[in-house]
């Protein structure tokens, strides 16, 4: 019979030996209970079935059957039973609370009947599992006289016996104390009748009448009964994975060459769903349990930042997650800060915020996460004033977006020192979308990226002389946000939030999981990040990053091509050839050169690297100290651990209320990919670059002029 058989209460003799008979049906586990009621001098017997083992008989005070069994003799064993089993019922057996379950004295018996032993089983799909599941399936069964702790229990099994034999059944009564079903096809006498025990809620089987009288093309008409609820149970346990790559149609594929159950689109999305909800928790549990994760996670991580905010009713509105080690690393990163948000397809949707910055070895570095339900006013102004309580507001501060008005209203509310920078990938989409023409696209990329006010004027007198129109709309946007030459601060090599984009992305898989899973999967993935990293940083050989290096490696390969002249002490003049517009001034003391590469990106510019050659001035101590590896080494020292959920919890935790949001949900199939804008789609539909190649030796890497041959 199957693992989770219930208890089957037995009133008399006849009806024990008619269960022991089993045994030369199957190979069943037998676990007996005997109590004697002494004021009616009657005696009860609790029977519990589990499969793929020897049986055992505790105790049997019923002196005409004379058999044996492999574990305990009932006559000639007597002996032996008074060792090994005990009067009364067994210790191993003393408190059964449901059925199915194995007592927690002794959980790991092999003469007991594990709990649902079925979850346990991977989910890889394989022959065994397989097999596995036959054995299960072809042992479910009704019996009467079983014991049921809820009417749910007994659903759920009614349930997997019609997916088992391939018909259905109506509910014909359903009270307090009382539940009756039958088959669906009128005239068939298949029936199922129990009702509660006393004054307890469990539900004893009565009445079954297990033969079908009615034609098997007929009752296998409809399969309602199999709910994705049951078929998703099923398909975990036995059938396959849950992963975000696994598709509805693959789940309707197998449940109906396993179960013969036709499955349309929508049923076979419903039973994916809820597999998922098993594997992974529902949406409320993840929103009940988020109190207890943000405590564990601070307890684990020391200087861990974490805030809830709830209403008066005890609704979620948002969260905030920032790892001790992103805090204690962000001292050893440029001061440029990185946000944006990207939408959540869950059932309560949200959106989650992110603030990153790119370490010395242009990788992404993690800050701060939160999780509100949309972008507005409120949300970004609470996003940056906890983000505050970790970046304190500076003048050497940037923090970069797109052009959203919120983010504007709160930079300029909480951060009134830090300068402000928009994404010109965004300002791009914009002007593709609303003006046209190549050519000034082209200069308006061009200017965005000028080092020099002078570069810049110019570029910016074309782009008015072409197009008016486009010229009024960039002096609209500020040119103090989107170009590098009127940036009041420092923001380096940042120019768009694609290390943002970069985030979302390896995040886009963990966006319809339940909220407390979102955030264990960034936690997942900024361990292994942090991890990884931080090995990379104590390898690295060089004083600068590996990304520095090999930066710096073609500047100093053009710097051999240039001429240099000493001006004076801290001057000097550096141009390629006899060229006079190519002339740059460079000084060292002060870091600086005419062409302003050096100064905004803080790394010596090609014609810096040329000038410290020729004056015999260590080229790396003209780099920031941001780009050394002992920062690098530095920024990821400490790691970041998982949620020790073995130490207790104060129930000042756990008794706090966090409910799901109050949300409308939307019918129909949850959108999970966004608009893409007309920059997008000429990029994916553009055709890949040729490679070059040489026409001596045609091969790629190289051409005819530094050809070996």
Not at 200 to 209: E, G, Q
Not at 226 to 247: C, E, H, Q, S
Not at 527 to 547: C, K, M, V, Y
Request: aromatic share 10%; glycine share 6%.
């Amino acid at each position: 019979m199957a693992h989770d058989t219930p208890p089957v209460y037995v009133s008399n003799t006849r009806q024990l030996q008619g269960f022991l008979s089993l045994k030369k049906i199957e190979r069943l586990r037998l676990c007996v209970e005997i109590t004697e009621n002494r004021a009616s001098e009657k005696s009860k017997t609790l029977l519990s079935f589990g499969s793929e083992a020897e049986a055992s008989v505790v105790e049997s005070r019923d002196e005409n059957y004379s058999g044996s069994y492999d574990g305990c003799s009932l006559e000639k064993k007597q002996e032996d039973n008074e060792n090994d089993c005990s009067n009364g019922a067994s210790s191993y057996d003393d408190n059964f609370s449901s059925y199915g379950e194995s007592p927690t004295d002794d959980e790991d018996s092999p003469m007991l009947p594990p709990k649902k032993r079925y979850q346990n089983f991977s989910m890889s799909g394989s022959k065994g599992n397989l097999e596995v599941l036959s054995l299960v399936m072809s042992s479910i069964d009704i019996a009467v006289g079983q014991r049921y702790n809820s009417i749910d229990d007994l659903e759920r099994r009614l349930k997997l016996l019609t997916v088992r034999y391939k018909f259905d059944f109506d509910v014909e009564t359903s009270t307090p104390t009382s539940y009756v079903v039958k088959c669906w096809v009128d005239g068939c006498l298949w029936r199922v009748r129990a009702s509660t025990l006393g004054e307890s809620k469990a539900f004893v089987v009565r009445i079954y009448n297990s033969k079908h009288t009615c034609s098997c093309t007929e009752r296998s008409n409809r399969s309602r009964q199999a709910t994705p609820y049951i078929l998703g149970m099923l398909y975990k346990n036995f059938l396959g994975d849950v992963g975000p790559a696994v598709r509805p149609t693959i789940v309707g594929i197998a449940i109906t060459k396993q179960f013969g159950i036709k499955m349309d689109y929508w049923k076979s999305h419903r039973t994916l769903k809820f597999t998922r909800e098993i594997d992974e928790g529902t949406p409320e549990c993840g929103f009940e349990s988020l109190p207890s994760y943000l405590y564990m996670i601070r307890r684990a991580n020391p200087s861990t930042v974490t805030r809830l905010q709830i209403d008066e009713l005890g609704r979620f509105i948002y969260v905030f997650l920032a790892f001790g080690a992103s805090v204690n690393g962000f001292p050893y990163m440029r001061k440029v800060v990185v946000v944006d948000g990207t939408f959540l397809n869950g059932k309560y949707k949200g959106t989650l915020l992110t603030a990153l910055a790119q370490d010395g070895n242009f990788q992404i570095f993690p800050i701060a996460f939160a999780v509100v339900d949309t972008e507005n006013d409120d949300s970004w102004h609470w996003f940056f004033t906890q983000l505050k309580l970790l970046i304190p507001d500076d003048e050497g501060l940037a923090i970069i977006s797109d052009r959203h008005n919120s983010i504007g209203k709160a930079i300029k509310n909480v951060y009134l020192l830090a300068a402000r920078g928009i994404c010109t990938y965004h300002l791009y989409k914009n002007i593709l979308g609303q003006y046209k023409g190549k050519e000034a696209f082209r200069l308006v990329k061009k200017a965005a990226r000028c080092f020099r006010m002078s570069d810049f004027t110019a570029i910016f007198e074309e782009i008015e002389a072409i197009h008016p129109a486009l010229h009024g709309y960039l002096q609209r946007a500020d040119v103090r946000l989107w170009t590098r030459v009127h940036f009041p601060g420092e923001r380096y090599n940042l120019m768009t939030t694609n290390i943002v984009e970069s985030m979302n992305r390896a995040l886009s898989h963990a966006r319809g999981l339940n909220i407390v899973r979102i955030l264990e999967s960034i936690r997942v993935m900024m361990t292994r990040w942090f991890a990884e990293w931080r090995e990379d940083a104590r390898s690295q050989p060089t004083t600068l990053t590996r990304g520095v290096e090999k930066l710096l490696h073609g500047r100093v390969t053009a710097a051999r091509e240039l001429t240099v002249e000493r001006i004076d002490d801290h001057h000097t003049e550096v141009k390629y050839g006899s060229s006079i517009e190519s002339l740059n001034v460079v000084n060292l003391v002060e870091r600086k050169c005419t062409c302003r590469r050096f100064e905004r990106e803080k790394l010596p510019c090609v014609h810096a690297i040329a000038a410290a050659e020729y004056n015999n001035v260590c080229r790396i101590s003209l780099c920031s100290p941001y780009y050394n590896s002992e920062y690098l080494v530095s920024a990821y020292a400490e790691s970041i651990m998982p949620a020790d959920e073995a130490q207790p919890i104060p129930e000042i935790v756990e008794d706090q209320p966090c409910l799901p949001p109050d949300i409308r949900q939307q019918p129909g199939r949850p959108k999970k990919n966004r608009m893409k804008y007309a920059l997008e789609v000429a990029l994916q539909n553009k055709r890949p670059r040729k490679e070059h190649t040489c026409f001596r030796c045609r091969k790629s890497g190289h051409n005819a002029k530094t050809c070996q041959m």
